[in-house]
């Protein structure tokens, strides 16, 4: 990464702090407090760091390494945080019946079926695009709702715990759960998300798969043209890929973190993990920081709330403000035209 | 049960609840047509929604639909001058907007009416009967017996429709959505027009918003637009970017969400997020299935 | 003096120096021809002259009256109406809805429709004004531009090569159009690159070479020698830079087979190619002539395997190298690296492939090397093929394509928008793949580089080939391309 990224990726958390601190000022509230309150709950302490930031990070990094894949394949997925709820749909009933295996077999056949149906629930964007032409900007945020719909319709109906109480599932089995780092919250799902990041590294800069995919990104019809690449499946792959790896993010955080299902277990983590995977360039790496970063910001936002009285969403302004810059500096960059490969229509256009 | 009552209760409710999504879908046809999407639409109807709010609970209702076109206006700004101005990528700018107006609106709204916010009791918009026509059987209700953002909704059909396609602005507002090289050869002023056109979706969206406050739901709640901003693109398409077709569509979606209400009249006990995600998942089949061969603005979402 | 004057313009883009110091006159009735190769700074030159640029000096006068910061709706007013290269109307719009805009005429479709119909037929240039932009022909989309132009009262009317695309006959038509269109007061500029179109057509001539007036002269005054000379100046035609590959026999026999074969027009409105049948033996260089939109682009790339036949025989022997015709967009990704670009079109026997894994190493090794074989002015191999000159660039893609030791050469517009060096290498280039064996299949919309490439000629015309016969004058080429049309 280039210094120039580190620059604008600083400049665009210190503005995003800064409007951040000024609305504070003008609603009232007090911005050093909030400021500090936010700082200690992200790294205040060990605990902290482990148990909130980095806890917060993994799903943001992973579904971040997955929207980096689909958007240099140039494929707009927005639906990452549905495919993440199919995959804690799917983790949290094979992770209800798995009791009776050994834990590194139920702990693999939960992940596995995160995985499979993160990439369920992606295949009918990638249908609709594929057979109908009809641009997944559009497919994947719909099924947004219908997967939220889906899990309230789930912890409370056949997935709902035991006692028919509360809206939300039993927990699961303790052999499907991952591994912990002792005396934290901090779970494996963390070295899965390194591991993701360096194997997402080595495709983009080695394999000639991964050429192939950032040539479709980049320049689709030189692809198809002079590259003989058929850029329509390089394309549904990536996006189908990023599905999968949302859910799979989906199947960690409820075999890492919250065991159980229930409705609002992602506070937006599909959503935010677009200005990760900008912010961090799509560069596997740059993703890893990305997430960091925004995982000490939710971190910090809970503390924020429970300390300095500032409400937790306040944080999506900071991080709406975040890409906005990181926006402006790209373009200034590149008076107009940025790396992604943008849409040339919203939602249809000819198949094949 | 009186069928005709039912249907009449089913259609009243259909185009109640299809108002917001034909205003919010009417403002983004004519930005769309002049080649900028604005993902951002969802969360200018929030914030209308929560202008509304705030300007009903100090004024009263027609101050609130003003601040939340206004609010709109200014969102739709911002969102205009990062796009427009900076030329950045819309989709990710977009998204960025409903991101940081989640956050704005939250905060604000837990900052003016306290941290449970539950039941706030907001000065509404009475429907509005029109006298004779909304005596109808079967239509009266639903088309003459609303509050006034419906009829405003309604004349903006035909209105949108005349700018569009018998005005010289309209011609060169839709040269910029399909051309915009040929419209600036042509002396258009591209970029105002774009800008002006997005700050039109934006009051419409405003106002989108504050018809959910004020003249449905009657109260403000967190994320209570529930993706409507994301239904309304979808409606644009839909609606092959046409304010008849768009309204055509609006309807079909104020349906399917009014079915709950019928089901529950009916007795008929089905779990209500069906449908919640059948507007959805309609929307899903039908841009799939769309008669015909669909084709957006040719310069849409480019820079 | 009534009439359009440009006086001392001077105009850069970053580095390059576009026009140094160009002055140019236009009276009212005359036909003036703005000649020059490609590169010399005619386009520039005529997009200042309808505000489109800003010069960086020098003044634009209008009628006697220096118009300072010239904008294009200004230049609108004044009476400057410029029919471009690459048509400027909305495709999706109607030929009433495009001259609306042009022409700030009004919307009201009966009364549009009407006008529309009026103004065409006056100029002799007759339309639907219903017809959908995208469904004209090439020849009506450049009637649209004139009627354009002349809606918007224009007196003096810009015709950036607008011969380019209009098979030898409608070139007459075209010359008629503005011939009355001067005689009613009015005055022309046509830019071109043809010598001889320009002694036909013209009353005055003004040359430019590297963005200077080299030469201002009435036609009556001058000869083609000495417009030749001055166009190209000093200096040899020829370039000796060896091709990338050297030439052993490697390839012998048929090597291009079509039969009956069936292709889609791009964009999928029906059929282009018809029935078509084409053989190509090592070492032939086959031209095909055609006006465009006959369906010599999907013959080209039938040929070269970008786009599947409906039905119909394909026999092409590997390895195919193919030119296409827009190098931005589809013969290179200007955002990735010259390297990047060059495993592009990489096949897997390549030895920087590894089987799933590039060695990027070696790769750009090679990039470097062939650099270096095609003479291409870069700082190296991990610069971006964007910060190349469109000639260089043109060089890459060739170069590429040429160092796969190809079988097929299949080419669209080689040498579009080069200059003459330029476009003597590539053909010096094509001409030795052939005689190494390969077989080439090439199309230019310049019925000149194709007789002068060609050793077969087949022109394409309505979806089905006709072969030419050897020898085939011009005009008989001409006749054949519009025959039945």
Known sequence: MRFSGWLVGAGALLAGLVVLALGLELAGYDSGAALGALWSGAFGSWYALTSATLVRAVPLILIGLGLALAFRGGAFNIGAEGQFYAGAIAATWIGLSVGHLP?????????????????????????????????????????NFVAEALTSLLVQGP????????????????????????????HAGLALALAGALLLHWIFSRTLWGFRLRAVGLGPRAAEIAGRIDSRWITALALALSGAIAGLAGGVEVSGVSYALFQNLSPGYGFTAIAVALLGRLHPFGVVLAGLLFGALEAGAGAMQREADVPAVAVYLVEAVVIIVVLL???????????LASPASVVRRAPG | MDAMAVTEGFLAAAVRVATPLLLAATGETVAQRSGVMNLGLEGVMLTGALAAAVGAATWGPWAGAGSAVLAGMLLAGVFALVVIGARADQVIAGTAITLGAVGLTGTIYRLAFGA????????TLAPLPVPGLSKLPVIGAAFFGQPAPTYLSLLAVPVVWWFLFRTKTGLALRATGEAASVARASGVRTRVVRAAATLAGGAFGGLAGATLVLAQVGTFAERMTAGRGYVAIAIVVLGRWHPVGVALASLGFGAAMALQFLFQTLGLDVPYQLFLMLPYALALLALAGVVGRVKAPADLGKS | MPGLELRGIHRRFGSVHALHGADFTLPPGEVHALLGENGAGKTTLMQIAAGLLQPDAGVVLVDDIARPRLSPREARRLGIGTVHQHFTSVPAFTVAENVALTAGWPVAPARLRRLVKEASEQAGLPLDPDARVEHLSVALRQRLEIVKALAAEARFLLLDEPTAVLAPAEVGDLLGVIRRFTSRGGAAVLITHKLDEALAAADRVTVLRHGSVVLSA?????????????????????????????????????????????????????????????????????????????GQRELLRAIAGRVHPLRGLRQVTEPIAFVPEDRTTEGLIPAMTLTENIVLGSSPSDPWIRGCTVDWRAAEARTAALLDELAVTAPGPWVPAASLSGGNQQRVVVGRELSKRPAVVVAENPTRGLDIRAAATIHAWLRRAASGGAAVVFHSSDLDEVLALATRIVVARRGALVEAAQGATRDELGTLMLAGG
Do not use: C, F
């Open chain 2, 116 to 123: 449970t916010g539950a039941g706030l009791d907001l000065p």
């Open chain 1, 159 to 186: 997935l709902q715990e035991s006692q028919h109480i509360y809206p939300q599932s039993d927990p699961i089995a303790e052999s499907a759960r991952l591994p912990l780092l002792p005396g934290t919250r901090l």
């Open chain 3, 218 to 294: 009435g036609i009556a005054d001058i000869t083609a020698a000495e417009l030749a000379a001055a166009m190209i100046g000093k200096g040899t035609v020829e370039e000796r830079i060896e091709p990338p590959t050297p030439a052993p026999r490697a390839h012998a026999g048929l090597l291009v087979r079509l039969e009956g074969v069936d292709v889609a027009r791009e964009g999928g409105l029906g059929i282009a190619l018809r029935s078509a049948s084409l053989t190509v033996t090592a070492g032939e260089i086959v031209g095909v002539a055609a006006v465009e939109g006959n």
């Open chain 1, 329 to 339: 500096a790209e373009s200034a960059r590149r008076h107009g035209a940025t790396t």
């Open chain 1, 103 to 143: 834990s590194p077999l139920a702990v693999t056949a939960v992940l596995s079926g995160a995985v499979l149906a993160g990439a369920l629930w992606v295949a009918i964007p990638v249908l609709l695009r594929v057979r109908y032409g009809v641009l997944e900007v559009i497919s994947t945020l719909l099924l």
